[in-house]
């Protein structure tokens, strides 16, 4: 059984096969959390956490002169504001016109199989025969008919535990919740490192680590996306931690929209940790018999270090997360044609493009912006989703057919959240943007976005998603967003809270993806934001795949694919060959180093195939097809960072490897270059140690590539690359 409930001890002991998770209601009904961390036996944790009065931390109202009792200080389960702990807190709520303040306390709970469902939010799922079980305790305030249902699920194999939140109303009174977290999680000892990711447009992801220091350490996004600036990822290690020893604490927030992970070191030198939505303008009203779910975090925890924390999230989510049935098909090789032409194209140019990416072997032309309404550039014609025929010279169908003819999948561009003041869209609807009444609206790549908080916007959405996809035979769709959110004011409906609208509208848009994929369930849909601004584990739901960054300079996007890779599957992370000067940060790369680092991901080509010179077309025809001899590899295999482009400035590695461990790669991109340079020698990882393996015709034991290493030619160029696969004898 994952979940053990002791009645006389009253604990809850939830156990993975990596993890243990501890909680006890106590004496005075709190509930109290006791332990995380390695399987540990069903010992009772509470002797850890040595009571005694601290002056200056209070006691709550009932407990009388028992001053060795202060919740400021008791490593809690789900705190929230009003009973005298003052760290940072899960919840605060209050009843409306009154001063927020909770006292929770244990009211009831149930354990059954199966994993809880949180309707219209992303969430991880299992089947029934998978092992998976649900802890809901549910938590009652003391004065009031408020109460707080916690949900666990607890997944046994993957060793991952999900928790998220209801906030239940039952009381005749509305409510008000001001600030609301699916994950409190309480550290005895706060010696720890945090590690996360932050960014900017065109360089998302950077990894950074550093010790928590006493007060509270943010990563947050007030954008309305998860954003490019930090993403809803931590994890929390004890200093010595590195990528194959020590303890490592992860936590994701399956969520899209604005977020707020905060970790506090405190006076006791104890660590919280709480992950949920941002509270920045946010205000959520509760009528009477009303419910809130909290968006849903996935915890886990290893004493193996990075790569085995990375690695289980990647299982977990390949396992579930990601529904797509794309997560078990081939990805399609695809050139899109952004960075060959932007805005200025026609159906000749196109098929020109698809004509060579046919004679190269590719699966698909994506055609991307400018495409519809009136968009010769980025200044009008969002939110007018038809076809411009006049540049396409024809329908949509008439070219996706062309493009079906010479053996290509055809995939589209959308962006739909969006409007231009430009557009008829706009003209009609002014009022189905989001802008403060009499102020002029701050603009984002000149363009609003759409109050997705509002049903009618929703629907208008679902049908241009629908006259798009019935049009013509589309089988993969680019869902991009290329503002933040800002100036949040709905003019939908005036009664309801101007504070629950940026949270409205991240439903509003998981409501029109989850139509989309219901209604052509085979199509293979790829989240973007400028890049890589909504690469979040809740995407992942709906999303197999999400364009990583904007930057597609093979040299910049080793740092942000290692980055990401901590968190987040490389199946993920949609990655391209494009064009050199590169078109962001002007370097020249070598074209096989383009190919060798976009093969991180889900591969593809960003660049005028029909103009590539005859050996960069046989450098192409190579590549791809490297990529679909070992596409299993790439897109299911374990990744590991063998260096880090933030330590070592001479060169990246990584490897792959079959999770069965019959077949492996290892790539190198030499970031600078040396006279008389001492022999590049890399240890691979994963492997079987006893297993023999095929090394470009020479054989070495598993042990021997991983203890002993390979040597590695040298590079002869500017960034040049080199990448081996092994196989198993
Ligand atoms: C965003 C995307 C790009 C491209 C452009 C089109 O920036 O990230 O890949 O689709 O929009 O306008």
Redesign the pocket.
Known sequence: MAVKYNDTAKTFTLQTSKSMYQMKVDKYGALLHTYFGALAGEQDFFYLIGGREHSFSGQPGDVGDDRDYSLDYYPQEYSAHGNGDFRVKALRAGKKGCVPALDLRYHSHEIYPGKYSLPGLPALFAGEDEGVQTLEITLKDVYEEFYVKLLYGIFEKAGVITRAAVLENRSKDTWEIRRAMSVNLDFLEGNLDIVHLYGKHAGERQMERRPLCHGITEISSNRGTSSHHHSPFVILCEPGASEDFGECYGAALLYSGGFQMQAELDQLDSARLVCGLSEEEFLWTLKPGESFAVPETVLAYTDKGFADLSLCLKRAYHSHLIRSPWKDKKRPVLVNN?EATYFDFNTEKLLDIARQAARLGLDMLVL??GWFGKRDD?NSGLGDWYVNEKKLGGTLKALVDKVNDMGLKFGI?IEPEMVSEDSDLYRAHPEWALQIPGRIPNRGRNQLALDLSNREVVEYIKDCIDRIMESANIEYV?W?I?RCIDNVFSAADPSLSQGAIRHRYVLGLYEVQEHLLTCWPNVLLEG?N??GGRFDAGMLYYAPQI?CS?NTDAIERLRIHYGTSFGYPMSAVSAHVSVCPNHQNGRVTPFKTRGICAMQGAFGYELDLSSLSEEDKAEAGRQIQVYNENYELFQYGDYYRLTSPFENHSYTAWSYVAEDKSAASLSIVYTDLYANAKPVRIKWKGLLEDALYDVEGEVYSGAALMHGGMVLPQPTCNYDSYMVCIKKK
């Open positions: 952004w991307d912006d980025d561009w680019k991009d290329n973007c400028g890049g364009w904007d």
